[in-house]
């Protein structure tokens, strides 16, 4: 029997399973199974797939947030988009917007201090990939994602977009500083 030509007895279900099939099948189960389990396990221990809270929220609230946060906050600005740098105190709650096709503002948080960010889309789904600590949150439009964050390492952290969002998706990049 081949995989080509019509099996030569029509009533091919009823034939006993190959031994080759049942090792893949047992292959695919078994790799299934370390896939599933290594979800939770990662999100223990690998600390990247975050569990944020998640509330509706309507665009224009968000963006005033944001805005206020950015009125008081803001210490310089960047790119020639102009894009604010944004030093919030810390404890406070601090307001990213992802939009065509950029990140907005820039936020600039201290070390071991904790922050409450905010997180949502005014347009379309995007993805917030923190690099190099490769956390992903997954940025939707009339929702926003709550995360309790504590950044333990001084630097320039870059955020890109991972949800493919249009033309202009490979340039969603930004830039996130922790002094
Ligand atoms: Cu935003 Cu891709």
């Known amino acids: 029997m081949s995989a ?3 099996p030569p007895r029509r ?3 009823k034939e006993p399973v190959d031994k080759v099939e049942i090792i ?3 292959i695919a189960f078994v790799w299934c199974m370390i896939m599933f389990f290594m979800m939770p396990y990662w999100h223990v221990y690998g600390k990247q797939n975050l569990s944020p809270e998640t509330y509706k929220v ?3 609230l968000f963006a005033r947030a944001s805005q206020e946060m950015v009125d008081k906050y803001t210490v ?8 604010p740098v944004v030093a919030p105190p810390a404890g406070s709650d601090v307001y990213l917007i992802a939009r065509l096709w950029d990140w907005w503002p820039i936020l600039e948080l201290e070390k071991d201090k904790t922050y409450r960010l905010h997180l949502t889309a005014m347009d379309y789904q995007h993805g ?3 690099q190099p600590e490769n956390i992903n949150i997954q940025v939707l439009p009339g929702y926003q994602h709550v995360i309790t964050i504590q950044p ?6 870059a955020i890109v977009c991972n949800e493919f969002c249009g033309i202009g ?3 969603m990049v930004s830039k996130l500083y922790v002094k």
Do not use: A, D, M
Not at 76 to 83: A, D
């Open 169 to 171: 998706h490979h340039k």
């Open 152 to 157: 333990n390492r001084s630097g320039t952290y």
């Open 128 to 130: 917030f990939s923190l």
């Open 4 to 6: 080509i030509l019509p």
């Open 76 to 83: 310089r600005t960047e790119t020639e988009l102009k894009i």
């Open 24 to 26: 893949w099948i047992v």
């Open 11 to 13: 009533i091919w279900w």
């Open 58 to 60: 309507r665009p224009e």
